[in-house]
């Protein structure tokens, strides 16, 4: 494992375990609205600064960009850090099982390595830039699905911007008669993984930020899938939207969403 991943991953697992112990604990949750939709709680906060102080002790130049505490610059800005602290928030506040850790590494703005952590279930999926993607220890792929009406695919609703939600209605209705079957669990991050897995055949969703993407969109392609924003162009980082799958799957996918 390259040494910048196992510092990743040493920051996702510290903060799944701040995560579990709030979890085990049962206690109540600080929990404040952001936005419409989209909350934070002391747990979000605590896992992030958890991630920050491990990357910081590493990595003291890097530049880092996190959910909770934004962008924050550094003497190298050629390595940046993207970090969301627990994609899932709602889940997690409803004891809906479905939330997650996300870490990527950009270099000179390209995805370097990636981790997405399910402190749950225990599920740790990595990639590195021309080195493949693993759940554990085992390499994964994307499924063979060849058809989008044999896919299972998955999707997020906006939910924070309610102006693209007639948008979304359209493609959802698309979908449920071109797809074998849809699904939302509510974990951006967590969906991209099962994708590289193989647990889903592709994956749409609008209104997402960079750290919900970064480091599942990397544990994609290098476990064989596509990326790309819903014209099938490589700017989904920047606009916010994702749309992803195996190889033959996503063409019909893109179409689909047209």
């Known amino acids: 494992m390259h040494p910048m991943l196992n510092i990743a ?25 952001k936005n419409k939709n989209d909350f934070v709680t002391q747990v979000d906060k605590a896992a992030e600064q958890a991630i ?5 002790t590493a990595y003291p130049e890097h530049s880092i960009l996190a959910e909770e505490s934004g962008d924050t610059p550094g003497a190298r800005p050629e390595y940046r850090w993207v970090i969301d602290p627990l994609d899932g928030t709602t889940n997690y506040i409803h004891g809906f099982p479905q939330y997650c850790v996300s870490i990527a590494l ?13 402190p749950g279930k225990n599920e740790l999926f990595t990639a590195s830039r021309g080195r493949g993607a693993f759940l554990d220890d085992r390499r994964i792929r994307v499924s063979k699905c ?30 449920t008669v071109s ?12 969906d991209l993984a099962y994708v590289a897995a193989g647990r889903l055949d592709a994956f749409w969703e609008l209104g997402l930020s960079r750290w919900d993407m970064a480091a599942g969109a990397l544990l994609i392609q ?7 924003d819903l014209q099938g162009g490589p700017d989904y980082l920047d606009k916010g939207e994702i749309a992803c799958g195996t190889p033959k799957v996503l063409p019909e996918l893109l179409e689909a969403l047209r």
Do not use: C, W
């Not at 060849?146 to 209705?173: C, K, N």
């Not at 797809?179 to 967590?190: E, I, T």
């Open 222 to 228: 290098e476990a064989g899938g596509l990326v790309g």
């Open 9 to 33: 991953v040493k920051a996702a697992r510290r903060a799944g375990a701040i995560i579990n112990r709030a979890a085990l604990e049962g206690g109540a949750l600080e929990i404040k609205a």
């Open 52 to 56: 920050i102080g491990i990357l910081r």
């Open 146 to 175: 060849t058809r989008l009406q044999d896919a299972l695919v998955g999707t997020g609703f906006p939910y924070r911007e309610v102006s693209r939600l007639d948008r979304y209605l359209a493609q959802m209705r698309t979908l």
């Open 179 to 190: 797809a074998a079957g849809l699904r939302r669990a509510g974990a951006a991050a967590l």
């Open 106 to 118: 950009e270099h000179k703005g390209v995805l370097a390595h990636g981790v997405v952590y399910d």
